[in-house]
C-alpha cells in the first residue's frame, strides 16, 4: 500500500465528503476509531449501569429521609433511623490522611528510584513493590492489628498527644482517649496500600522522560536535586496526577483493612486518635446480615452517597491540576 | 551567584536526594516486614499437602488449599480476559482517537469507577449474573474481578501511549503507514513496558480482593468444573480462615497470603519475560 | 534461569485448566448451602465426615453470615441456609416457598476482660453488664461490679467497651440477652438485633477481632463465643442466670438452657432461650439454626438432605463437644426428627 521509495506521502489530508470517508475505512483508520470508542463507550455503560442499579435500589432509603441522610448522625438499624454523617466524615478523613502520608512518600521514592537508584536496582525494587498491590487487605488489616495498633495505643499516640497535643488549634486534632484503633492508625494502612500504586506509575511515567529535557537543565547549571524537580517532574506531572486519583479511589473504596482498625464507632470527632467508621467499611460489615428493606436500602444510598463523594473529590482534584497549571509541562 | 546561595542549593540537593533514599528505603522494609510476617507465621504450614489437598475441617491435619489457588488462577485469567482488552482499547482511543468532551467523561467516569468499593461491585456483578440464574459461577466472579480492573489499565494505557514521543509518530505516518497501524507496529509497542505494568498492577490488585467474590464466585470445599460453578479462592479463604478460633486455620491463612504474592510473583516475572522476547524479535 | 521461569509460568497455567475432575461424574449431587459464620467449624466437620461415608454427595457450605444465607435462599442460589437468627415474620413472607427451622447445635456468648491485676473470674450481674454496655457504668470499681465480686481488686479505671462491628448472630444472642434483663437497654437501643446502635464503645471484626482487641487493650471488655474463649485460653466470667445464680458458661450449662424450656419451644424452633429459667442454666445461649425449604423439586437432593439431617441429629451430635459446641438436649432431637417428615 505504501512504498517506501515515493516522495510523496501516502497520507492524504482529512477531507470532508463520503470519498473521503471511504479512503479512511478502507485504511482501517475509522474501523479502529469505531472498535477503540466502542470499547470506550462500554465503561461510561457499566458505571451508568452501576450507578442506576444503585439508584433503583436506594429508593425506599432516598425517599423516606431525604436530604437528611447527609447529616443525620445516627445510625440505628433498630429503630430504622439512618444517617450517613458519621460515616462521610470516616471517609473523608481517612482518605486524606492515606493521601498526605502516600504521596510524598510515594513520588519521593518514585524519584529516587527513576533518578538515582542504578536501572536493575530500581527495577527489581519496583517489582517488589508492585507485590504490595496484591497482598490482601484481610492481611493488611490483620498486620495493621498486630503491629500498627499497638504501636499506636503504647508508643506513638502518647507521644503525639504530649507533643503536638498541646499546641492550639492543632492540638484538637491529638486527643485522648488512646486506643490503638482509629482514624489515624486507618489512615496509615491505606497509606501503605496506595503507596504502591503512587510508586509504580509515578516511577514508570518519570522514567519517559525524555533525557534531553534533564541535560538541558544540567546544562544550566541546575543541581540534581533542582533538575528534578522543577523539570523532570513537572513534565511527568500528568502521570503523577493520576496515579495519585488511583490511590485516592482505593483509599475511598478499602474496606476490610480499614474496618478492622478503625474501631467502628459511629461519631464524629475531631481527634485523629479517636474511632470513627467509613463508609466502604460501614456498607461491607452490615449488608450480609441486613435484614429488612429500608436498612438495605440504606446501605445502598450510602454506596451512592461515596459515588457522590468521589464525584466531588475528583472534580476537585481536577480544577486543582488546572488552577496550577504554570507551563513546563509535557506538552498535551 | 553568590557562593551561600550555591551553599545553600547544594545542601538542599543533598538533603533532597537523601530524603528521597530514606523514603524508597521505608517502602521496601514495610513490604519485607510484611513478607516476613507472613513467611513466619504462614511458612510452617507451607508444605506438599497444601498445594495438592482440599481443605478438611478442624483438627484434622493434612488440609491444604489446591482447589483455592487453582481458583484464584482461573478467576485472574477470567478477569485478563474480560477487563485487560476494554481497558486497553478504552486507553488507545483516550490517547490516540478522542474528542475533548467525550474523552473528559471518559475519564472521569473511569475514575468514578476505580472509586466503587469492592463488595458494591460484588453486589453489582451477582445482580446480573448470579440471580437471573439462581447460581454462583466463576464466570461471575470473573465479571467482577474484571470491572476492577478496567480503571488502572486505562490509566495507565493512556498515560504511556501518550508519553511515546510525537516524532516516533510522525517517522510511521511520513513512511505512509495509516493511523491505527502506527499505533499498532509502532506505539504500542513502544509503550509496552508501562502499559504491562500498569496491567499487572491492576491485576495484582484484583488478585487479592474477597468481597466481590463473595456473591459470585461464592467458594467451594471441593474442585469446580468448569467456569459456571462456585469456586474457592485464596482471598475467600484467607478470609474465612483468619477469623476463625483455630490456630492451625490462622497459619494456614498466612501460608495462603504467602502462596497468592508467590503466585502474582510468578504471574508477573512470567508475563514480563514474554513481552520482553518478543520484543527482542 | 529464564526457561525455568517460563517453564514454571506454563505449569501454572495448564494447572488451571486441567484441574483433577471430581470422583464419580455421573451421580454427583452438589448441594450449596450458605449462612451463619458461627457453627461453621461444626458444619465443615459434619459436610467432611459425611462426604467420606456418602462420596457422591457434596455438600458446599460458605459462612457469608446469617443474613447473607437467608437472602441466598430467598433469591434460590443455594439448596439451604444457616443462621444464628431465627428467620423474622416479615422475611419469611418474602420466601416463595415455606422454609423450615432446624435446630442444629447449641453456643454460648462470654463476657471476656483484660483487667492488670485481675487474673480470676469475675462475676457480672445482669445489671452490671446492661450498665457497662449502656455507657451508664463506666469505672471498673463502679458498686455494681464491686458487689458481685468482695475481695477482688478492681481498679479505678475507665471501662473501653468492645462489641462487634459487624452484624452478627453473636451480638444477636448478646442483644437479646441485655433486652430481656434491662428495660433501660430495651427503651434506649431496642430489641435483639444483629447490628445496633452501640451506645458506647469500639467495634472488632468477627469474634477473633474482639478477642484481639481486649487481649490488646488494658481494661476492655468484650463479649465473645464460648469457643473462641476455649480455644484461645482467656479469661471470660460468670453470667448471673435468671435464678441469681453465677454461672460460668461450660457446654453442660447451655444444654441445660436449651432443655429447661423444652415443651414450650413453638413448632417451628424459632426461640430464644436466653435467660431461661432454671439454676444451672446459663442464660447467654442460643440454637442456631439450618434453613430448609419445606418443597423441593429435586427428588435426589430432598432424599439427601434429609437423610443428612436425620445423621445429624444422632450421629452428628458426636462431634460438638469435641468443637466445643453443645448438643441438643434429647426433647429437641425428638421433635426434629418428626418434623424432617415435613420437607416434601
Keep these: 500500500m505504501s512504498a517506501a521509495a515515493t516522495t510523496i506521502a501516502h497520507e492524504v489530508p482529512p477531507q470532508a465528503g463520503p470519498r473521503a470517508f471511504l479512503h479512511r475505512l478502507r485504511r482501517g483508520d475509522e474501523i479502529a476509531h469505531l472498535i477503540t470508542l466502542t470499547f470506550a463507550a462500554a465503561i461510561l455503560l457499566i458505571t451508568s449501569l452501576l450507578v442506576y442499579e444503585l439508584w433503583i435500589n436506594s429508593h425506599l432509603s432516598r425517599t423516606h429521609f431525604g436530604w437528611a441522610f447527609f447529616w443525620t448522625k445516627v445510625w440505628d438499624p433498630n429503630f430504622d433511623n439512618f444517617g450517613a454523617a458519621p460515616f462521610i466524615y470516616g471517609t473523608l478523613v481517612t482518605s486524606v490522611l492515606a493521601l498526605l502520608l502516600a504521596v510524598p512518600l510515594g513520588l519521593a521514592s518514585a524519584i529516587f528510584l527513576s533518578e538515582l537508584a542504578p536501572r536493575n536496582v530500581s527495577d527489581t525494587i519496583s517489582f517488589l513493590i508492585d507485590l504490595l498491590a496484591s497482598v490482601p487487605s484481610v492481611i493488611y488489616g490483620l498486620l495493621g492489628i498486630f503491629i500498627v495498633v499497638p504501636l499506636m495505643r503504647t508508643t506513638f499516640g502518647p507521644l503525639l498527644i504530649h507533643t503536638v497535643g498541646n499546641l492550639p488549634y492543632v492540638g484538637a486534632l491529638f486527643r485522648g482517649p488512646n486506643y490503638g484503633v482509629g482514624f489515624l492508625t486507618a489512615g496509615i494502612v491505606l497509606a501503605i496500600m496506595v503507596v504502591p500504586f503512587i510508586i509504580s506509575v509515578s516511577r514508570e511515567v ?69 474511632p470513627g467508621d467509613t463508609i466502604a467499611s460501614t456498607i461491607a460489615n452490615q449488608f450480609t446480615e441486613a435484614t429488612g428493606d429500608l436498612y438495605l436500602s440504606a446501605l445502598i444510598e450510602l454506596g451512592l452517597v461515596l459515588f457522590l463523594i468521589t464525584f466531588i473529590l475528583n472534580g476537585l482534584a481536577r480544577i486543582l491540576i488546572v488552577a496550577t497549571e504554570r507551563g513546563g509541562g509535557r506538552p498535551a | 551567584m553568590s557562593s551561600r546561595r550555591i551553599v545553600w542549593r547544594k545542601s538542599l540537593n543533598y538533603v533532597m536526594l537523601t530524603l528521597t533514599g530514606i523514603a524508597a528505603f521505608a517502602v521496601v522494609s514495610v513490604l519485607f516486614l510484611i513478607l516476613g510476617y507472613l513467611i513466619w507465621n504462614g511458612g510452617t504450614s507451607l508444605n506438599w499437602n497444601f498445594f495438592t489437598q482440599l481443605p478438611k475441617p478442624v483438627g484434622e491435619t493434612g488440609g491444604g488449599m489446591a482447589n483455592a489457588i487453582v481458583g484464584t488462577m482461573k478467576l485472574l485469567f477470567l478477569a485478563a480476559v474480560m477487563g485487560l482488552p476494554i481497558g486497553l ?37 451477582s445482580a446480573l449474573f448470579v440471580l437471573p440464574v439462581k447460581h454462583f459461577s466463576a464466570f461471575a466472579g470473573g465479571v467482577a474481578l474484571g470491572i476492577m480492573v478496567i480503571p488502572i489499565t486505562v490509566r495507565s494505557t493512556e498515560e504511556f501511549l501518550r508519553a511515546v514521543p510525537g516524532n516516533m509518530r510522525e517517522a510511521a505516518m511520513a513512511l505512509g503507514a495509516s493511523r491505527w497501524k502506527t499505533i499498532a507496529t509502532v506505539v504500542l509497542p513502544a509503550a509496552s513496558g508501562g502499559i504491562l505494568t500498569g496491567m499487572l498492577l491492576a491485576l495484582a490488585r484484583v488478585a487479592g480482593e474477597t468481597a466481590p467474590l463473595l456473591f459470585t464466585a461464592f467458594g467451594n470445599r471441593f474442585w469446580s468444573q468448569g467456569w459456571g460453578q462456585p469456586i474457592a479462592s485464596l482471598p475467600v479463604m484467607i478470609y474465612t480462615y483468619a477469623v476463625a478460633p483455630y490456630d492451625d486455620w490462622h497459619r494456614q491463612a498466612w501460608a495462603a497470603g504467602l502462596v497468592l504474592l508467590a503466585l502474582v510473583l510468578v504471574s508477573n516475572l512470567g508475563a514480563r519475560f514474554i513481552l520482553a522476547r518478543s520484543k527482542a524479535v | 534461569m529464564k526457561k525455568a521461569l517460563l517453564v514454571v509460568w506454563l505449569m501454572m497455567v495448564s494447572m488451571a485448566f486441567t484441574a483433577p475432575r471430581a470422583a464419580a461424574q455421573g451421580g454427583t449431587i452438589n448441594l450449596n448451602a450458605a449462612g451463619a459464620t458461627f457453627p461453621y467449624p461444626i458444619y465443615s466437620k459434619w459436610f467432611d465426615v459425611y462426604h467420606t ?73 445482669q445489671k452490671a453488664l446492661a450498665g457497662i454496655y449502656l455507657g451508664t457504668i463506666t469505672k471498673w470499681n463502679d458498686s455494681e461490679i464491686a458487689k458481685a465480686n468482695p475481695g477482688v481488686n478492681l481498679p479505678n479505671t475507665d471501662i473501653v467497651v468492645i462489641h462487634r462491628s459487624e452484624g452478627s448472630g453473636t451480638s444477636f444472642i448478646w442483644t437479646d440477652f441485655l433486652a430481656k434483663v434491662s428495660d433501660d437497654w430495651k427503651n434506649k437501643v431496642g430489641k435483639a438485633a444483629a447490628s445496633v446502635n452501640w451506645p458506647v464503645g469500639l467495634g472488632g471484626k468477627g469474634n477473633e477481632g474482639v478477642t484481639g482487641l481486649v487481649k490488646q487493650t488494658p481494661n476492655a471488655i468484650g463479649y465473645i463465643e464460648l469457643i473462641y474463649a476455649v480455644q484461645n485460653n482467656i479469661p471470660y466470667g460468670k453470667v448471673q442466670n435468671a435464678a441469681g445464680k453465677f454461672v460460668k458458661a461450660d457446654l453442660a450449662g447451655v444444654t441445660a438452657a436449651a432443655a429447661a424450656d423444652a415443651k414450650n419451644i413453638p413448632d417451628d424452633f424459632r426461640v430464644s432461650i436466653t435467660n431461661a429459667a432454671g439454676p444451672t442454666v446459663y442464660p447467654i445461649a442460643s440454637f442456631t439454626w439450618l434453613l430448609i425449604p419445606a418443597q423441593i423439586q429435586d427428588a435426589a437432593k430432598r432424599d439427601a438432605i434429609k437423610d443428612f439431617l436425620k445423621w445429624m441429629l444422632t450421629d452428628g451430635q458426636n462431634y460438638n463437644e469435641g468443637l466445643s459446641y453443645a448438643q441438643l438436649p434429647k426433647a429437641v432431637v425428638a421433635r426434629e426428627t418428626k418434623a424432617i417428615s415435613l420437607i416434601q
Design chain 1, 206 to 274: 518519570l522514567l519517559t522522560v525524555p533525557r534531553e529535557q534533564r541535560e538541558a537543565a544540567m546544562a544550566l547549571g541546575a543541581t540534581r536535586w533542582e533538575s528534578t524537580w522543577q523539570v523532570v517532574v513537572p513534565w511527568a506531572r500528568t502521570g503523577i496526577m493520576g496515579s495519585v486519583f488511583l490511590a485516592l479511589a482505593r483509599a475511598l473504596g478499602e474496606t476490610m483493612a480499614v474496618t478492622m482498625v478503625i474501631g467502628n464507632a459511629a461519631v464524629i470527632n475531631t481527634s485523629l486518635l479517636a
Design chain 2, 89 to 125: 482499547f478504552a486507553g488507545v482511543y483516550l490517547a490516540e482517537f478522542g474528542g475533548k468532551t467525550f474523552s473528559f467523561v471518559v475519564r472521569y467516569t473511569t475514575d468514578l469507577l476505580n472509586g466503587v468499593p469492592s463488595i458494591v461491585i460484588g453486589i453489582f456483578a
Design chain 3, 53 to 125: 461415608a456418602h462420596p457422591n454427595l457434596q455438600i458446599n457450605y460458605q459462612s457469608i453470615g446469617s443474613g447473607g444465607g437467608i437472602r441466598q435462599l430467598q433469591a434460590g442460589t443455594v439448596d439451604f441456609g444457616a443462621s444464628d437468627v431465627p428467620v423474622t415474620d416479615e422475611q419469611l413472607a418474602q420466601f416463595k416457598v415455606k422454609v423450615l427451622h432446624f435446630p442444629t447445635v447449641l453456643g454460648a456468648v462470654v463476657p471476656t476482660y483484660n483487667i492488670a491485676g485481675v487474673s480470676g473470674e469475675l462475676n457480672f450481674t
